[in-house]
């Protein structure tokens, strides 16, 4: 079992819709990160959560540390908005555990 | 300000031969992660440095990697008696300080014949 899991792997969505990326992990933690990466480019970095809630934009994390869970929310999706979201989280003081991606495809 | 650059971005070699991927990371970030990205996977962390020392190498798959950042800024990943299987995006970030957020270079794609 992968220590960071991501749901769904793969998600279609309409222009204008909410959209809920959701990552589960099983370790101890210092932080997570979500990411975003579009094919063929770089990742950048979208959040840092060790806490509570965080917005930019359109973009929503959320971090449940008690229930070791958290959630990436989109709101008013575009299609620029397709691309991979990758929730990844630290240990301590090692580099990044990362899930597996959710592959997001907005339509026009 | 200038983002973390990573050179070359492309590099296509042999079975058997050496390898150096070169990372530049943002003025001023103290540590520096080198991850792998193999297709369709998500990264996975090879080593980090904190300053010029590495702080955490747990991540390298076995001894033909290697890593060095001996000034504290740059740090090149040395790979030798390269395998196909070693073919991959490596990637490379910077931090201000561990724990900091992490900024990410483009990425070396590395295609071994």
């Known amino acids: 079992k992968n220590e960071v899991e991501q749901s769904p792997q793969n998600l279609t969505a309409q222009e204008g819709e909410f959209i809920t990326i959701n990552c589960s992990y099983s370790v101890g933690i210092s932080a997570l990160h979500w990411l975003q990466q579009h094919p063929g480019g770089g990742i950048v970095s979208l959040f840092m959560l060790s806490s509570g809630k965080k917005k930019h934009g359109r973009l929503i994390a959320t971090i449940n540390i008690q229930e070791k869970h958290s959630s990436l929310h989109i709101t008013a999706s575009h299609p620029r908005d397709s691309a991979v979201y990758i929730c990844?989280?630290?240990?301590?003081?090692?580099?990044?555990?990362f899930g597996t991606g959710t592959r997001l495809q907005v339509f026009p | 300000g200038a983002g973390v650059s990573q050179t070359p971005s492309n590099k296509v070699t042999e079975k058997g031969k050496y390898v150096e991927l070169r990372c530049d990371p943002i003025s001023g970030h103290t540590a520096l992660y080198w991850y792998r990205q193999s297709l369709g996977q998500g990264p996975e962390f090879l080593i980090y440095f904190q300053g010029t020392g590495a702080a955490d190498d747990s991540g390298l798959p076995n001894d033909r990697f290697f890593a060095v950042r001996p000034e504290g800024s740059v740090s090149t990943l040395k790979i030798q008696r390269t395998e196909r299987g070693d073919s991959a995006v490596y990637l490379c970030?910077?931090?201000?300080?561990?724990?900091?957020?992490?900024?990410f270079g483009p990425g070396t794609r590395l295609t071994v014949l």
């Open positions: 990844a989280v630290r240990i301590l003081v090692r580099g990044l555990i």
């Open positions: 970030a910077s931090s201000l300080n561990t724990g900091n957020e992490q900024f």
